[in-house]
Every structure is written in C-alpha cells, then in structure tokens.
C-alpha cells in the first residue's frame, strides 16, 4: 500500500486566481494521478503524471488550465489556473502501487 | 468508449441488511476491477478483482467478478451505521488509468 497526503485540504478561491495542490507519497512510485471530482458526480482523471516525462492530459482536460509538475517519485503538483465557479470540486491524487491508492483529496471551493 | 455502470444509484436499509452492490462493465484492455469506499472525500480502497469465480472477502464484505458476464458484485452482510457511504466500482486498464461508475450510495439506518 502507499500512504499519501495533500495539501491544502480545502481551499475557498477568487474567480480568476489559480491555487497549487501538492501530492506527497511515502514511497517511490512511477505512476500518479490527478482526478477531478465535481459535485454529485464520480471521479474523472485529469492527467497522468510520471517522473522524467510530460503529463499527458485526458480528452478535454489540457496543459495550460492544470499544469502538473513531477519533479521526483515522491511528489507531484496540480495547479488550477485561472479559476472559475465550475472548477468547484475535490481534486485527488493517486498512486499505482500494485492497485491505486488515494490522498485525501482537496475541496476546492470557487467564488 | 468504457462504460462502467453501477446499480442501484442509492439505497437505504436498516442494520444487520445485506446489501448487493452491482457493478457491469465495457473496457478495453482490461486488467482488474476495483470497489472503493468513499467518505467525505478519500476513496479507500476495498478490493481489486482480477480472476473470474474467485470471491474476495473482508469482514463482512465480500466480492466477486464475472469476467464473461463482465460485471462484478460487492455484498455487505449485517450492515452497521458505519458503511454508510458512497461504494464506487472503476475498471482499471493496462494503461493503468481507472474508469468510474457513478457509485452506489448506501444509508443505514440505526
């Protein structure tokens, strides 16, 4: 199994501002995640992120509204820019470790 | 495109209940199933299924998959006010990346 932690936990933002979401491992993993979970709805994948590499982003997610930094196996970062009221939701990380695990995810919350 | 489809969306029962949780499913380059349990906001991991006819049991869950059928079960015997929450099925694939049912959401009643 792996333990992850994310920071922050929940957030309350500006319209227009952009927040940074850190995803922290207790091991070496080649493999995360980030998922997008909007109210009421299940979770979406957003981006692959592995070490060394390029994310690479799902259909109708892209680069320039969540830049994703890799910067060694343990740890990854999301950054929503230039927010609005529809990128409300909780954001997790997750890791392949034999399956995925999860964080516990970021409540972000736009004004 | 994968379809990963739950049922029922909600159901309420009363402790000591058994529920089913259904769980059926199109992907390509399957490589395992997975049930999760949602509280709040952290998805934790219950079962990956990967072999047909072969149940997975923990306490009081239990699960099963049926690779011809392609679904999947997740039965929780004498349900307590504790597994209230939101059980989620994703088909993970050989590319790794995971794809969600809408879950299932379960209220127990005291």
């Known amino acids: 199994s792996a333990v992850i932690s994310q920071k922050p936990s929940r957030d309350i933002c500006q319209r227009g501002t952009s927040l940074t979401i850190q995803c922290q491992v207790d091991?070496?993993?080649?493999?995360m995640f980030w998922y997008r979970q909007q109210p009421g709805q299940s979770l979406t994948l957003i981006a692959t992120?592995?070490?060394?590499?390029?994310?690479?982003?799902e259909s109708g997610f892209v680069i320039d509204k969540f830049p994703i930094s890799r910067p060694n196996l343990t740890f990854s970062t999301l950054t929503v820019s230039n927010m609005s009221p529809e990128d409300s939701s909780i954001y997790l990380c997750?890791?392949?470790?034999?399956?995925?695990?999860f964080g516990p995810g970021t409540r972000l919350t736009v004004l | 495109e994968d379809k990963v489809v739950q049922s029922p969306l909600s159901l309420v029962v009363h402790e000591g209940d058994t529920v089913t949780l259904n769980c059926s499913y199109e992907?390509?380059?399957?490589?395992?199933l997975l049930w999760y349990k949602q509280e709040k906001k952290a998805p934790t991991f219950l079962f990956m299924l990967?072999?047909?006819?072969i149940e997975k049991k923990s306490g009081r869950l239990s699960s099963i998959l049926d690779k011809k059928e392609l679904f999947s079960i997740l039965n929780i015997t004498a349900t307590q006010t504790g597994d209230s929450a939101v059980y989620l099925c994703?088909?993970?694939?050989?590319?790794?990346?995971?794809?969600f049912g809408a879950g299932t959401t379960v209220t127990v009643r005291a």
């Open positions: 091991s070496q993993v080649t493999m």
């Open positions: 990967t072999s047909s006819g």
């Open positions: 992907v390509t380059n399957f490589r395992s």
């Open positions: 997750s890791v392949e470790a034999d399956t995925q695990y």
């Open positions: 994703a088909v993970d694939r050989n590319d790794y990346k995971l794809s």
């Open positions: 992120a592995n070490q060394g590499s390029e994310a690479t982003y």
